[in-house]
């Protein structure tokens, strides 16, 4: 089941306070953009969460199915790049948002038990959500939104 997110900015320049249930986090922009740098910004964030999902997810299948996975890892990035077979049609140039994720895995594992656990990394629900179709509602709140 998934919490409710609340973010509140500081009084320092970009810098938030994110609280999930009972954990609170901060996110800020780097110096180069005015921030102070107090945490991560929110592309990292948002790396982290496809990062967790895929190795916890990886986890999990690797424990139902009782495979010797001794430990996972992601390591992520992102950038912008040319979209691909655009610029080959001659359309305008479009850039897009990529994030790379490679993942290391480590333990007695079989060449099969590598790709299926590689596969469902892929398959994580952040991963989904992603790749998918997201619809976002924003509204103007009438006062401030508070914690339940």
Known sequence: MSRNVFVKSESQKYAQNITIGPH??????????????????ANELLMASLGACATITVQMY?????????????????SRVLAENIAESGAKIVMVDQIEMEIS???????EQQRR????????????????????QTRLAPGPVLRP
């Open 62 to 78: 690797a424990e139902r199915n009782q495979w010797p996975l001794q430990g996972v890892q992601a390591a992520l990035s992102y």
């Open 105 to 111: 895995l480590t333990g007695d594992l079989s060449e």
């Open 117 to 136: 656990l590689f596969d469902v990394a892929g398959r994580c629900p952040i991963h989904r959500m992603l790749v998918s179709h997201i619809q976002i």
């Open 24 to 41: 609170v986090l901060r996110s800020d922009e780097p110096p180069e953009i005015g921030g102070n740098d107090v945490g991560p910004n």
